[in-house]
Nanobody
């Protein structure tokens, strides 16, 4: 199976920046669609961003202009660079992978096959 391990979460002040990483193993990472989701306590899991196997990104409206998703296939790693952080960004952030591919951007958690354990991001104000 595919294993995904997130890292880079922590506590930052509003307006600050944070970079999350997700290291993948056990599959052909370069052909996976990768995504980032987040979940705050008592809330549903929310789409954040996705990137295709060849680097095409798509973002939720709430993070456009502030977050950047990227991937390094040589390192089997996907990143989420977060800037201008707001308290509403506070959540557990999850990395996810779809191994079958799609002709559409994948915005729903059910579209993903593998998930990491999550990393906590807390933004203070």
């Amino acid at each position: 199976q595919v294993q995904l391990v997130e890292s880079g979460g922590g506590l930052v002040q509003a307006g600050g920046s944070l970079r999350l990483s997700c290291a993948a193993s056990g599959g052909t990472f370069s052909r996976y669609i990768m995504g980032w989701f987040r979940q705050a306590p008592g809330k549903e899991r929310e789409f954040v961003a996705t990137v295709t196997w060849n680097g095409g990104p798509y973002y939720a409206d709430s993070v456009k202009g502030r977050f950047l998703i990227s991937r390094d296939n040589a390192k089997n790693t996907v990143y989420l660079q977060m800037a201008s952080l707001k308290p509403e960004d506070t959540a557990v952030y999850y990395c996810a992978a779809n191994y079958r591919g799609s002709f559409h951007y994948l915005l729903n958690s059910e579209d993903y096959d593998y998930w990491g354990q999550g990393t906590q991001v807390t933004v203070s104000s």
